[in-house]
């Protein structure tokens, strides 16, 4: 089974910026659709943002879209996203996630029945 670590997460006043990283430890990474994903407290895991295989094809959730920017680096096995001009309502925790399945290269999932790897997850808080 995969392996996938988030790490970045923190505390950041509204209108800054942080960025995430995930590493798996598959060496087939390079095969996986990768996204990032969301949830507060006391809500359902939300998308957040999705790469396809090749890096070539991105898609965001309306809420993030134009101030996050997501990214892979497949020689590193790695996925990050940049977050800008963070909002309180982007507080969460923030889970990097895999679907391992062999898909098209253009595949851009967006949700969580749609992968089958995830993180622990990386804490982010934005104050008002």
């Known amino acids: 089974q995969v392996q996938l670590v988030e790490s970045g997460g923190g505390l950041v006043q509204a209108g800054g910026s942080l960025s995430l990283s995930c590493v798996a430890s598959?060496?087939?990474?390079?095969?996986?659709?990768m996204g990032w994903f969301r949830q507060a407290p006391g809500k359902e895991r939300e998308f957040v943002a999705t790469i396809s295989r090749s890096g070539g094809s991105t898609k965001y959730a309306d809420s993030v879209k134009d101030r996050f920017f997501i990214s892979r680096d497949n020689d590193k096995n790695t996925v990050a996203l940049q977050m800008s001009s963070l909002k309180p309502e982007d507080t969460a925790t923030y889970y990097c996630?895999?679907?391992?399945?062999?898909?098209?290269?253009?595949?851009?999932?967006?949700?969580?029945?749609?992968?089958?790897?995830w993180g622990q997850g990386t804490q982010v808080a934005v104050s008002s």
């Open positions: 598959a060496r087939t990474f390079s095969t996986y659709t």
């Open positions: 996630a895999a679907s391992t399945t062999i898909r098209s290269r253009w595949y851009t999932p967006s949700q969580v029945s749609e992968y089958d790897a």
